[in-house]
């Protein structure tokens, strides 16, 4: 089993003709992912990497029956692919889209409320279920399949933490990078509660940073909630105040959203913390050596 997406999940990619989402739909289809449409307003007709190109995501849905996109255009320009794809009712968007202002944000989440879409991102790296399907810009020869999932904000260390887990003898079912910046579609505890309904994943790992307060609602919600062994690890424990580290959402305001305060709030949720970068398949093994599932999840 997966989430969000597996080998059968027929994808649309809007903004297929522009440069970087024509190398990435190569990609994507190498690693199995079923692309059927892709999208650009007024390139109906021609085809990349013999994928159909229609004028709008109704039409390509109307065509192929696509439940899923994901979108590679400009900032100026993704808010409004976000809604085209909510309001032609599909079940997922993923946004790999970057530098979206906050306001275009704001405005798409008003236009999601009671639809039935699930937007993942923007400013992310995507979906990637092992040997089935991938959404985005995960490399797909970084991770094995097995039976921990991964949950993380940042994109760089979803690829590091993946591969960590490979070395160890560690797979996963489903990479979901959730993206930095503070006004995106999906947070932590959704993509967990959809790991805890998921028979095949066994554990999480969650990856996250300074800024906000995710990563404590999600510590409280997995207190409460999870009986699934979780790790994790926070970056920026070095981070100034009032200085924003890469993301836009990596920010620490008023004293508030430290590393401190995230780790503080997982150890007392009972939850493993990497004490570094490098640490971070180290406390995954020794999360699972610690729940007595660790022969259970090594595929090594």
């Known amino acids: ?129 092992t040997d089935e399907s991938k959404l985005g810009i995960i490399p797909g020869n970084i991770q094995k399949r097995g039976h921990v999932g991964l949950v993380s904000r940042s994109g760089t260390l979803t690829y590091e933490a993946a591969f960590q887990l490979m070395n160890a003898g560690i797979g996963i079912t489903t990479a979901v990078g959730i993206g930095g910046d503070p006004v995106k579609g999906t947070d932590f505890i959704d993509v967990l509660k959809l790991f805890k309904e998921d028979d095949d994943t066994k554990a999480v790992l969650m990856i996250g940073e300074i800024g906000g307060n995710a990563e404590e609602d999600a510590a409280l919600w997995i207190k409460e909630n999870m009986k699934k062994p979780v790790a994790a690890f926070i970056a920026g424990r070095q981070a100034p105040p009032g200085k924003r580290m890469g993301h836009a959402g990596a920010i620490i305001s008023g004293g508030k959203g430290t590393a401190a305060d995230k780790i503080k709030a997982l150890n007392a949720a009972n939850i493993l913390v990497a004490d570094t970068v490098a640490g971070i398949g180290e406390t995954v093994v020794t999360t699972l050596k610690n729940a007595g599932i660790y022969e259970e999840c090594h595929t090594c």
């Open 1 to 129: 089993m997966s989430i969000l997406i597996n080998k059968d999940t027929k994808v649309i990619v809007q903004g297929i003709t522009g440069k970087a989402a024509a190398f990435h739909t190569k990609q994507m289809l190498a690693y199995g992912t079923k692309i059927v449409a892709g999208v650009t307003p007024g390139k109906a007709g021609q085809t990349v990497e013999n994928v159909p190109v229609f004028n709008t995501v109704r039409d390509a849905v109307k065509a192929t029956g696509a439940t899923a996109s994901v979108i590679y255009v400009p900032a100026k320009f993704a808010a409004d692919s976000i809604m085209e794809g909510i309001e032609a009712e599909l079940d997922l968007v993923v946004c790999i889209t970057e530098h979206i202002p906050v306001q275009d944000m704001v405005k798409v989440r008003r236009y999601m409320e009671g639809k039935k879409t699930r937007l993942i991102g923007p400013n992310c790296p995507g979906v990637l279920t």
